[in-house]
T-cell receptor, first 114, second 115 residues
Framework: DTAVSQTPKYLVTQMGNDKSIKCEQN?????MYWYKQDSKKFLKIMFS???????INETVPNRFSPKSPDKAHLNLHINSLELGDSAVYFC?????????????FGPGTRLTVL | AQKVTQAQTEISVVEKEDVTLDCVYE???????LFWYKQPPSGELVFLIR????DEQNEISGRYSWNFQKSTSSFNFTITASQVVDSAVYFC????????????WGAGTKLIIKP
């Protein structure tokens, strides 16, 4: 059984479009995250939710909006996609907050904006 | 400043050689965690190890071993008898209490194991 899953795995779209990436974890964790990995492999946290409440909201354009319908899901919606949004987006989860425990990552979603 | 330095951008060795990946961290916190993650060519991030700042015992897991030295602020990772399947990017990360344990990532070391 996949612990942290993301859909889709690949997403190719045109500039200006709106797209969503879904994330689900079946680990029973309370905290979920979104990270962006750029072309140089640098990982940057974008958001963190604990029990559906936004905890971390790093300096990310407001075109990015996370939504947590329940503590097992954290979706990422991106409006008006730009070329610079092309990256791999990782979802992760950890048991609690503060996350003094291991974060487990999903397989990543490779977003390509043309 | 809190940061993680993985000075080796890329390492290439021949299969069966031993290889050590360096990780040096900076934090003024006395309470923190250190992690290693592996990112194989398939792209997923795989958790390898978590170590808290109060536990300086070295750890061995099969061919993998980790050397945590607070005196030099290092948390190095050694692969013994490397195999082609070890080829990946390896990330070291620091989670200090001061930052609410938010992960601070190194830039990663790309390890290439040649057959």
């Amino acid at each position: 059984d996949t612990a942290v899953s993301q859909t889709p795995k690949y997403l190719v779209t045109q500039m200006g479009n709106d797209k969503s990436i879904k994330c689900e974890q079946n680990l029973g964790h309370d905290t979920m995250y979104w990270y962006k990995q750029d072309s140089k492999k640098f990982l940057k946290i974008m958001f963190s939710y604990n029990n559906k409440e936004l905890i971390i909201n790093e300096t990310v354009p407001n075109r990015f909006s996370p939504k947590s319908p329940d503590k097992a899901h954290l979706n990422l919606h991106i409006n008006s996609l730009e070329l610079g949004d092309s990256a791999v987006y990782f979802c992760a989860s950890s048991p609690g907050y503060p996350p003094d425990d291991t974060q487990y990552f999903g397989p990543g979603t490779r977003l390509t904006v043309l | 400043a809190q940061k993680v330095t993985q000075a080796q951008t890329e390492i290439s060795v021949v299969e069966k050689e031993d290889v050590t990946l360096d990780c040096v961290y900076e934090t003024r916190d006395t309470t923190y965690y250190l992690f290693w993650y592996k990112q194989p060519p398939s792209g997923e991030l795989v958790f390898l190890i978590r170590r808290n700042s109060f536990d300086e015992q070295n750890e061995i897991s099969g061919r993998y071993s980790w050397n945590f030295q607070k005196s030099t602020s290092s948390f190095n990772f050694t692969i013994t008898a490397s195999q082609v399947v070890d080829s990946a990017v390896y990330f070291c990360a620091l989670a200090p209490l001061d930052s609410n344990y938010q992960l601070i990532w190194g830039a990663g070391t790309k390890l290439i194991i040649k057959p």
